[in-house]
C-alpha cells in the first residue's frame, strides 16, 4: 500500500506563497515520477507539475514561472513551491506518484484559497 500525505494548504491573499509537502512512506519513491494535481469544482482534475526520477520537471502553462517543483528523495518528499499566487490557482491539490511497475497513486487533497 503506497500512502501519500500531503500538507501545507491553507488561505492565503492574491499574491502570496504557499509551499505544499508530500510526504510517501515507500521505498519506490525515488525511482518513481512524482507530480501535483490540482481541482477545482465543476472542473477536471489538471496537472499542474511533475518531476522525474532524473529531477527533470515539467509544468502547466498556467503556472510556469510561478510555482516550483522539487524532490527529496533522501526524506521521500516531494514539494511545490507556489509564489504569485492568483484567485483561479484555488483548488484542492493532489499528490501524484506514478510507478512504472505499479501504477499511479494518489494524495486523500489538500485544499488551497486564494482569496482577498
Known amino acids: 500500500q503506497v500512502q501519500l500525505v500531503e500538507s501545507g494548504g491553507g488561505l492565503v491573499q492574491p499574491g502570496g506563497s504557499l509551499r505544499l509537502s508530500c510526504a510517501a512512506a515507500v521505498s519506490i519513491f525515488s525511482v518513481s515520477r512524482m507530480g501535483w494535481y490540482r481541482q477545482s469544482p465543476g472542473k477536471h482534475r489538471e496537472l499542474v507539475a511533475t518531476?522525474?526520477?532524473?529531477?527533470?520537471?515539467n509544468y502547466a502553462d498556467s503556472v510556469r514561472d510561478r510555482f516550483t517543483i522539487s524532490r527529496d528523495n533522501a526524506k521521500n518528499t516531494v514539494y511545490l513551491e507556489m509564489n504569485g499566487l492568483k484567485p483561479e490557482d484555488t483548488a484542492v491539490y493532489y499528490c501524484n506518484l506514478n510507478n512504472p511497475r505499479l501504477g499511479d497513486y494518489w494524495g486523500q487533497g489538500t485544499q488551497v484559497t486564494v482569496s482577498s
Open positions: 518531476i522525474t526520477s532524473g529531477y527533470r520537471a
